[in-house]
C-alpha cells in the first residue's frame, strides 16, 4: 500500500534559517504529493501541490519538488519566520484513489 | 466564504456515551471523510463518503458510524465501542474522489473522555 515517511520532529530553528523538512513516499503508480500544515488548535490547509514528476509546488516562500527517481517531495524555505511555526504533513493520493495518505507530521518552532 | 464547519470544537464524553460531531460544508464538494489525528501518529482515516447515501470504511473504522443522508453533511458518531476515543477528529472535502484533488478541512473538534 501507499505509505508517506517524513522527517521526525521537533524541529526548532532561528529565524531567517533555512529549513529543509524531508518527505519520502511509497506508492504504485504516479501519485499527486502535497505538503499541509496545521497552525495551533486549526484544522489543516493546503500549503502546495504537485501532481507529476519533476513538478515544483511553491506557495509563501515555501517549494517542494517531485522527484520520481527519489521517491521524494522535501518541502524547503530559504528563510523562516516565527510565523511559519506550525505543524507541516506530506501527504499522497494515488491516481484514482480517494484516500490520503498522510506522513506523521513535523513540528517546526521558529525562535526570534 | 465557502468552507467546512464543525462542530463542537471541544467536546467531553463520559465513558459509555455516544457523542456525533458534525460537519457540515457548502462547497458543493461530493467527497467527504474524517480522519482521526492523535499526536505523533499523524493523520487516520476513519470513514469516507464519495456520494450521497454511500460510505466505505477507512483504515481505523471500529467504534465509528457515519451517515450520508445528504450532500453538505457528514456526521460522524463515536460509540461506546470505541476504546480510546480521546482525539481530535477533522472533517475534509473534495470536489471528488479523483487523485490530484485537494482535501479542504474544517476547524477540527477535540473530544476528551472523562
Known amino acids: 500500500g501507499n505509505s508517506v515517511t517524513q522527517m521526525e520532529g521537533p524541529v526548532t530553528l532561528s529565524e531567517e534559517a533555512f529549513l529543509t523538512i524531508n518527505c519520502t513516499y511509497t506508492?504504485?503508480?504516479?501519485?499527486?504529493l502535497f505538503w499541509y500544515v496545521q497552525y495551533p488548535g486549526e484544522g489543516l490547509q493546503l500549503l502546495l501541490k504537485?501532481?507529476?514528476?519533476?513538478d515544483k509546488g511553491s506557495n509563501k516562500g515555501f517549494e517542494a519538488t517531485y522527484r520520481k527517481e527519489t521517491t521524494s517531495f522535501h518541502l524547503e524555505k530559504g528563510s523562516v519566520q516565527v510565523s511559519d511555526s506550525a505543524v507541516y504533513f506530506c501527504a499522497l493520493r494515488g491516481f484514482g484513489n480517494e484516500k490520503l495518505t498522510f506522513g506523521t507530521g513535523t513540528r517546526l518552532t521558529i525562535i526570534p | 466564504d465557502g468552507g467546512i464547519t464543525q462542530s463542537p470544537k471541544y467536546l467531553f464524553r463520559k465513558e459509555g456515551q455516544n457523542v456525533t460531531l458534525s460537519c457540515e460544508q457548502n462547497l458543493n464538494h461530493d467527497a467527504m471523510y474524517w480522519y482521526r489525528q492523535d499526536p505523533g501518529q499523524g493523520l487516520r482515516l476513519i470513514y469516507y463518503s464519495q456520494i450521497v447515501n454511500d460510505f466505505q470504511k477507512g483504515d481505523i473504522a471500529e467504534g465509528y458510524s457515519v451517515s450520508r443522508e445528504k450532500k453538505e453533511s457528514f456526521p460522524l458518531t463515536v460509540t461506546s465501542a470505541q476504546k480510546n476515543p480521546t482525539a481530535f477528529y477533522l472533517c475534509a472535502s473534495s470536489p471528488d474522489h479523483s487523485g490530484a484533488n485537494v482535501l479542504t478541512f474544517g476547524a477540527g473538534s477535540r473530544l476528551t473522555v472523562l
Open positions: 506508492a504504485t503508480g504516479y501519485p499527486s
Open positions: 504537485a501532481t507529476k514528476a519533476d
